[in-house]
């Protein structure tokens, strides 16, 4: 599959499928993932959209490149519940998963605010810089993506983190796609972005009563762009 493909699937696919294949290749002690070309293959999207992946796994320290000798696993592990729950995406709905994320993620970010290092505070930062220089919609919600799981890892909860990544897998099904790009807009970028550095900016200062209510207040407002997007669906319904 060239670069130039037109799949309808994208990069956030991308992440979530090659997020199980470098779990079972750890599993199995392998120490080298196949091609960007093989990969795109196997999952069924573009080269371009697996880079992008890649870009994500390697700014989370799960894989690392050499130049000329391909892309190799981490010593990263991870606690992935969402495995055998392939079945919830059907079973749910986006309106669960925004309850769900509205108790777990300012708690997360209420820890993370106690636990962060320096270091998990400068990935966090670059993450959310990302998200603001994404050129496209696809990008964006990679690179947010990224930066609420950064939040997670943080947290020091390894319980917690896998409750996270179940609720992740749900919220990247291919099923949704249409409404998580609904969520994240132009016109709500800014916004956004603003409510990440409020977080941040919380979590830096190690102020964990303000960092659980910035978290809050941006997953509030995405619970509202959520609720004015299925009205319009309705009303366009009637």
Do not use: K
């Amino acid at each position: 599959m060239s670069d130039t493909s037109q799949s309808p699937r994208n990069s956030s696919l991308a992440l979530e499928r090659l997020r199980i294949i470098v779990d079972q290749l750890e599993l199995e002690a392998r120490e080298q993932l196949p091609t960007e070309r093989e990969l795109a293959e196997q999952i069924g999207v573009g080269r371009r959209a697996v880079r992008r992946a890649l870009d994500v796994l390697a700014a989370e320290g799960r894989i690392w490149r050499r130049q000329g000798a391909g892309t190799f696993i981490g010593a990263a592990t991870r606690l992935t519940g969402a495995r055998q729950m392939a079945q919830l995406p059907q079973m749910s709905n986006m309106f669960e998963v925004m309850e769900v994320r509205l108790r777990l993620e300012p708690a997360l970010a209420r820890l993370a605010a106690v636990r962060a290092s320096a270091a998990d505070v400068a990935r966090m930062r670059a993450l959310c810089d990302s998200v603001w220089q994404a050129e496209d919609m696809d990008s964006r919600e990679l690179w947010d993506g990224a930066l609420h799981r950064a939040i997670a890892e943080a947290a020091g909860n390894t319980l917690f983190l896998a409750v996270f990544e179940v609720v992740d897998r749900v919220r990247q099904d291919e099923t949704w796609r249409h409404v998580r790009e609904a969520l994240r807009t132009h016109g709500t970028a800014e916004l956004y972005t603003s409510q990440h550095s409020e977080v941040l900016d919380a979590i830096e200062r190690r102020d964990p009563v303000a960092a659980e209510r910035a978290m809050r207040r941006h997953l509030l407002a995405l619970q509202e762009r959520l609720l004015l997007q299925s009205t319009e669906e309705t009303a366009d319904a009637e």
